[in-house]
């Protein structure tokens, strides 16, 4: 089992920038691929990127390609999410998922293990 807590959320304006943080902990077998994910409020939960913990290999969404960068620090284990030029449609809540799987997949199922989600808001 992993445990996973995600920081860095808040109010941002239109243009601006966030990076969120996701402290990882647990089981290093049970953690391959750290994704985040986002839920707006009356919608499905989406993932935005992975990166694979021990290659480092990332995958983001075309509509965050350019301005979202995955990244991760093995020392402090921790996965971040730098957020640039963020648009009113990035705003969600905002989670961080781990899975068993190498592979980056993109649907919730194949996650186990979530943390609690951090809040971000793009209003002017």
């Known amino acids: 089992q992993v445990s ?3 920081s ?3 109010l941002v304006q239109p243009g601006g920038s966030l990076r969120l943080s ?3 902990s647990g089981r290093t077998s049970s953690r391959s691929t750290i994704a985040w994910f986002r839920q707006a409020p009356g919608k499905g939960r989406e993932f935005v990127a992975g990166i694979g913990w021990s290659v480092g290999q ?3 969404i075309d509509s965050v390609k350019g301005r979202f960068s995955i990244s991760r620090d093995n020392a402090k284990n921790i996965v971040y999410l730098q957020m640039n030029n963020l648009k009113s449609e990035d705003a969600a809540t ?3 998922a781990a899975s068993t799987n190498p592979r980056i ?3 919730t199922r ?3 293990d979530w943390g609690q ?3 971000v808001t793009v209003s002017a």
């Open 4 to 6: 996973l807590l995600e």
């Open 105 to 107: 997949r993109s649907f």
């Open 22 to 24: 996701c402290a990882v």
């Open 8 to 10: 860095g959320g808040g």
């Open 94 to 96: 905002y989670y961080c």
């Open 110 to 112: 194949d996650y186990s």
């Open 58 to 60: 990332t995958y983001h």
């Open 117 to 119: 989600g951090t809040q």
